[in-house]
């Protein structure tokens, strides 16, 4: 880190920081400059807390220079991450293959799951998603259909093939999950929810953990860090739009994180347009666009009849328009020398 | 809820938004416009998903009319309300005087934590806040004393009679905290960790729930009613900044939020400033201002020797730098017919 | 309109509601509901003011049903539009061909302009960008060369046959620069400088509208409304990426506004990914996502010695790697039935 | 500035920033850390553009260390400045006493505009605001009475003894306006019209600049320092709220903006709780909020007869709520030191 010091700044308050940054075990490089003296602190500080530096008589702001998560860092592991999403070896993410994974925001009933999975799976997909315990911002909305959502998925898997990915909201719940389902979703507003975190990182299932609705990559990357530091690798990083001042989609898809992700972490990176938007309308666009950017694979609420969704029927597509959606991607993959 | 029209819609895609308002139980009301066609609903649709039919073909937009949340609002209770904080009368938030929280980010010692209550105390504070699980974005980071910690909280109640305020960051550890604790904290990344809403809902102790970073008012008062809806009407709202662009702070604190929550619901406001700027050189301004707005609460971390503390040390205010404060929103309060 | 009455509301509140709506020369149509009354208003009200309603006693808030542009909405004029930008047919921006604009950020010498103009011709651009007049956050930066800047522009139209794209800052500058220019650009932080639009509006030649930096898309379509309504039809929205809390980006590239805009406007949408970004290392993926995600233009920074760049350096990219780029879009154009 | 090099950085890329640095005219310090290289820059970097390092092989990111203002920073002039608006004493912004600026959104007419004037000065108003020229996001929406609406502000001067302050939207309005006005006011979208800045810089009357919607402070600054170091240091920087995603509220109202420019700047402070809320019921707090925040003056939109105000009703209060606000903040202004 670096330590700016005030204009004006005494000589006794630059040796008061130096002689805390020597407490902190680190070394310290005083420069003084034509204006500001600054103090480069030298070694590993990335686990220090800077702000207390900042409440130090003289000192003006401090600026970290190393990333503070290790793990899941590109300079830490070179090579991509190839995460494995069940027992069908094609049900991957990373590689040269986008993996693609849809189906309906909830589990509402057997026939309704298993449709669904029978035509995304004939369309291309590699895993089937369906939430079973549902986060609602309204405690009168419907809730989900807990275990006896989990055993509709584990059908679906064994008519068609399919990985299963759901939604795991709470430390308790979490052995239930993972005994029915592939893989392990963490929902955005859980995305600091460290004891959760830190629970699915005590066991072995692949995590797909998406970005919380504020969140900055960094703290995006650190909730990575949490699973991986309890010991599992297999983390799947999801985009799903941020919070701005937008009005037209309900959430603003960044996709430049695509290829930010990529310059500084190893793990994969999924795009889920309909999260991103909100908007059923904009789902094909933002399909392509993320597969154009260089996502690794594709999260997608697929409804076969949207005007009775218990959930989220604004954002979902229809069977025939994801088939539609396939084909073009398809393309687009083959133009960026991918496939789906 | 109105469901607006596209232009040009038809008359069968009108029809047919009719027959699905009756078959959510609503009355429905066509308004033919010079442009536009726009459908009226009528009934409490209040928990009803609006989403669905704005995947209806023909359907612009569907805009809502009612408030999603019932228990918080004002037009249900009338009186506002007060939430005692402890056993002792005065340590209560609402009404005329105006209550303090203050404390250390973290319980890092028992010689550290008594020192300061008994400033915080001696200066005019009625509650003690003070971490023992706390949620830090790096999980390298220091996690908190846990429930040693909690034992140092009650006996500084113990030698000083204050209320104690304390995080509670998942399921698990709700029984466990609402033992030593008065209030039970629900820290801003957890304002949507439903399982845990209910959980506390579930028990008696009152509630400071903090808005998450970037809610909007809705929403919060949404994660109200979760804890309200099982059955625990003692919940307290803190506003403690929004994520935004600017730079100069870490999060900018939105005080018109004071003046709206009174006007839409019964429940106390408390304004959290340390947070809600991450500087401490200026939780004093942002103290009075809050006061001035017409806050009920405030809720400040008290250190005494920020420069060594273990989190937050960059927003920490130090106990003479307390009692001025106080002593300056003494007179604030006075002028707005309030006390502290 | 919507006029949503309070709770509670009384019927003179009411009635009072309906007489200003008659005075505004709109119908009325009052809805009794069970917990709330609304007043639809019936009639062109796209240019009265909702505010003044909002005031009115009893009422709770009023809800726009039409949009307030008229010229650039696509129900106006459904066949969508396509922008010539100089004498050569070639350049043109709507319709099958996506356009290329590509450039230094600011002419800096006669040298530097044409060796840039020449290696972009060759790569298949068909305008070259590069300001004169230079709007910079700071006023001891390098402000353009002015008019000597606009006469190298044209010189290097001379030899390349590019169309010139070039910014017009203010009022008293739009003669002499359409005097030099094809196409006169609209900074971002210009897009509500109405006395400009209205200047640019005035003259024949085509407009490069930016999106401002925090300009909703219903200000950024009203910003070519004034411009469309002084009489040049010719304008080309650009999106440059929006202001958000994201750190990793100068700018957040709201992609999604590439199909929303085509849903709702006739006029050409063109995207900004250097602006967008910042980063040139992120231009690549966003140029490729543009193009996947329907863009009908790209504007895009090229400088032939980044480093010794006078401005946006950090953002610009190389001729070779700008001809790399070509070669990519050129393939997922082709993937998107398009070409570039 | 501070060139932080990315890990695994070469010994040739370190020295090719260092042969840069020089080149620029600076001396450089390299501190070769466990991980990283940082070059730091010693001399007045200010002026310079940094994004050209970050182009630079190797260069992970530059770190400014200098503020990039140098007339409006409070290194430069130590001592408050203290804005005359008029030829009487009293309305002045800056020293204790807080001045209020008052009065309609738009003039509309000499009868509502004297009426109003008149109720503003009888409750202690020192300055009469009120727009002749109407920046309006929609070209058909009312657009001020221009050199008549002046007139009619002039004679209000006349008759009351209230300095009048009125908004100047072009270069070439600016000579018009100083003849009738006291204080120019730059609005919020012409924040970086630097044309405009550079002709207020240019004529002798104060200048009330807002801050732009979504500005950072240095932006703000920067926006000052161009009319500043046009000659003009007669400025006023005014908070009106900035863009974010909430929705309650037309603008988020930062009022921790107050006291970080006091600490940074000479320059007074103004805050318009009109503009930075939007709705008329939320002024009066923010009103007081602000003067207990630290602001050196408020401008605030008073009408006598909001539901027929021709342009932000919403938002206007009226002279008789306007006295009470003037009567609650003596009160609070009495309690910080300071007075109305």
Redesign the interface.
Known sequence: M?V?MK??STKEQVEHVVK?VREMGLKD?V?I????T?V?V???D??K?H??????DGVDRV?P??A??KMASL?MKKERSVVPMGSDASARIGGKRIGVIAGPCSVESKKQTLEIAHAVKEAGAVALRGGAFK????????QGMAEKGLDILAEAREQTGLAIVTEV?????VALVAKYADVLQIGA??M?????LNAVGDQPKPILLKRG??A??E?FL?AA??IM?HGNQKVMLCERG????????RN?????A???LH?VTHLPVIVDPSQ??G????V???C???????ADGLIIEVHND???????????ITPPMFADMMK?IR??A???DREV
């Open positions: 670096i700016v204009e004006g805390r490089h420069i400059g034509e204006e500001r600054v480069a030298i070694g590993n990335r686990f807390d702000g207390v530096l900042e409440n130090v600026v220079i190393l503070p998560y300079e986060p609602r911002t309204n405690p009168y909305s419907f909201m709470a430390v308790e719940q507003r859980n600091q929810n460290f004891n959760l609705m504020s900055t990559l703290e650190l860090e949490y530091s941020i919070r701005t001042y937008e009005e037209y989609v603003t898809l960044a996709l430049a695509v290829p930010e310059r991103g938007t908007k059923s309308n904009l094909d666009s933002m392509r666009a993320a597969v154009a950017a260089g949207p005007e009775h969704a218990m959930t989220d029927g604004a954002q979902s073009a393309r687009i083959a133009a960026v």
